[in-house]
């Protein structure tokens, strides 16, 4: 289950009530999809307009275009990472792992206009990059410590090392080359298995 962006939570500690939470959740998906189509700089208007809420109610939960940015890469990180639960629910450890890092590495490329926000010198963004690494290092050590526990993959990988080789193949992702992104995924996943005390 996603967890709920850090601006669900009022900073009295309050959780919000039922209907903010949806409006917020509704705002989120509305400029998640607007950003990927506009960019980031995308009137704010065409966002309220698309999570079918008032302007008002769209500068309460999120007073800046860098509140809204932020809440919607959080969002979008833990979604990936939640993803790592279902699918070692749903697979065995070596499958998980390879479907997991498969959707990482679409979103790093599909975040690529996102991400570039972190680069900005914006201070809304400088807990952003913590928060990517307390949200992905911990699902893939878990990812990665299941699949060498099995005896299906090498123990001992960085995490750190292997974020960073699929970000630079999510970077090679766009429109037209998801194919070839999964080709290079399952490439990357194959050495995993290698073991050379076989």
């Known amino acids: 289950m996603t967890k709920p962006p850090a601006n669900a939570i009022r900073s009295k500690g309050r959780p919000l009530r039922a209907d903010a939470q949806r409006n917020m959740e509704a705002i989120l998906s509305a400029a998640k999809a607007v950003f990927e189509t506009e960019g980031v700089d995308a009137p704010v208007r065409d966002i309220a307009a698309a999570a079918g809420v008032g302007m008002g109610t769209l500068y309460r939960h999120f007073p800046q275009r860098a509140d809204l940015i932020s809440g919607v890469l959080r969002s979008e990180i833990d979604a990936c990472?939640?993803?790592?639960?279902?699918?070692?629910?749903?697979?065995?450890?070596?499958?998980?792992?390879?479907?997991?890092?498969?959707?990482?590495?679409?979103?790093?490329?599909?975040?690529?206009?996102?991400?570039?926000?972190?680069?900005?010198?914006?201070?809304?963004?400088?807990?952003?990059?913590?928060?990517?690494?307390?949200?992905?290092?911990?699902v893939l050590r878990s990812l990665l410590a299941a699949a060498a526990e099995a005896g299906e993959a090498r123990s001992g990988v960085d995490p750190d090392d292997l974020l960073n080789a699929i970000g630079c193949l999510g970077m090679r992702t766009s429109a037209g080359s998801s194919e070839q992104t999964a080709r290079m995924v399952s490439l990357l996943v194959d050495g995993l298995r290698y073991k050379p005390d076989r």
Do not use: C, M, N
């Not at 990472?81 to 590495?105: C, G, K, Q, S, V």
């Not at 206009?113 to 963004?125: C, E, F, K, Q, T």
């Open 81 to 138: 990472a939640d993803a790592a639960a279902t699918l070692a629910a749903e697979h065995d450890p070596i499958e998980a792992l390879h479907a997991w890092i498969l959707r990482y590495a679409f979103f790093i490329g599909t975040k690529r206009g996102l991400s570039s926000v972190l680069h900005s010198g914006d201070p809304a963004y400088k807990t952003l990059p913590d928060y990517f690494e307390q949200r992905f290092k911990p």
